[in-house]
T-cell receptor, first 112, second 113 residues
Framework: DAGVIQSPRHEVTEMGQEVTLRCKPI?????LFWYRQTMMRGLELLIY????????DSGMPEDRFSAKMPNASFSNLKIQPSEPRDSAVYFC??????????FGSGTRLTVV | QKEVEQNSGPLSVPEGAIASLNCTYS??????FFWYRQYSGKSPELIMF????GDKEDGRFTAQLNKASQYVSLLIRDSQPSDSATYLC?????????????FGQGTILTVHP
C-alpha cells in the first residue's frame, strides 16, 4: 500500500489566493482526518470524516476553511482567501475505526 | 485540566541510557493508547499501541499502561541518537468521538552520543 498520499508537498501562495490541499487515504480506511501543525499550537484537528460524512468540523478556524470528501478515495481542504496566519504544515491521516492513524507526508503551506 | 498531558521537555539522555516518556489522560473512558514518533520536518509515525493494563514490549520499546492511575508511558532502552525526535501520546475514547485520537503536546527527546 502506498500509504496516505498528500499533494502538493509544498505550497507558497500570496495572501488572498485560494489554496487547495489534497489527500488520498489508504484504501479500506473509513476515517479521514485533517490536522494543522504549528510550533505554537502543536497538532490541531480541523475536521474528520467517517465513511465520507463529516463528523466534527469544530476545529475549522473560520469560514475561510472548507473540506469535502466526495468519495472514499479523495478529500480536499480549501482555504479561501488565504492569510499569512494560515501558514503551517497540514496533515491528512486515515484509519480504521479503533486503530491508530496513518499520516500522510503533509503539505507545508506558506502564505506571503 | 488538559485531556492529555505529557512530561515537559525537552528530555536529554546519553546514548545507551533508558529514556522514559510519560503521559496522563483525563478521560476514564479511554480504551486505546498510542505512541507516535515525529522526526523534525516529517509526519508522525505510529510506533506502539496498547489496550490492556500492564506492559507491552516491541524491540527496544516498552509501553506501560495503568488505567486506574490514568497513566501511560513509553520506555526506550539502549537509546540511540536516531531516537532523537518528538514523541506524541494519544488516546482513543469511546462514545460519540469514537475514531478520533486525542493527542498530547509532545515531548522532545534528544539522545546525545
Amino acid at each position: 500500500d502506498a500509504g496516505v498520499i498528500q499533494s502538493p508537498r509544498h505550497e507558497v501562495t500570496e495572501m488572498g489566493q485560494e489554496v487547495t490541499l489534497r489527500c488520498k487515504p489508504i484504501s479500506g480506511h473509513d476515517y479521514l482526518f485533517w490536522y494543522r501543525q504549528t510550533m505554537m499550537r502543536g497538532l490541531e484537528l480541523l475536521i474528520y470524516f467517517n465513511n465520507n460524512v463529516p463528523i466534527d468540523d469544530s476545529g475549522m478556524p473560520e469560514d475561510r476553511f472548507s473540506a469535502k470528501m466526495p468519495n472514499a478515495s479523495f478529500s480536499n481542504l480549501k482555504i479561501q482567501p488565504s492569510e499569512p496566519r494560515d501558514s503551517a504544515v497540514y496533515f491528512c491521516a486515515s484509519s480504521l475505526a479503533g486503530s491508530g492513524y496513518t499520516f500522510g507526508s503533509g503539505t507545508r503551506l506558506t502564505v506571503v | 485540566q488538559k485531556e492529555v498531558e505529557q512530561n515537559s521537555g525537552p528530555l536529554s539522555v546519553p546514548e545507551g541510557a533508558i529514556a522514559s516518556l510519560n503521559c496522563t489522560y483525563s478521560d476514564r473512558g479511554s480504551q486505546s493508547f498510542f505512541w507516535y514518533r515525529q522526526y523534525s520536518g516529517k509526519s508522525p509515525e505510529l510506533i506502539m499501541f496498547i489496550y490492556s493494563n500492564g506492559d507491552k514490549e516491541d524491540g527496544r520499546f516498552t509501553a506501560q499502561l495503568n488505567k486506574a492511575s490514568q497513566y501511560v508511558s513509553l520506555l526506550i532502552r539502549d537509546s540511540q541518537p536516531s531516537d532523537s525526535a518528538t514523541y506524541l501520546c494519544a488516546f482513543l475514547a469511546r462514545g460519540t468521538s469514537y475514531g478520533k485520537l486525542t493527542f498530547g503536546q509532545g515531548t522532545i527527546l534528544t539522545v546525545h552520543p
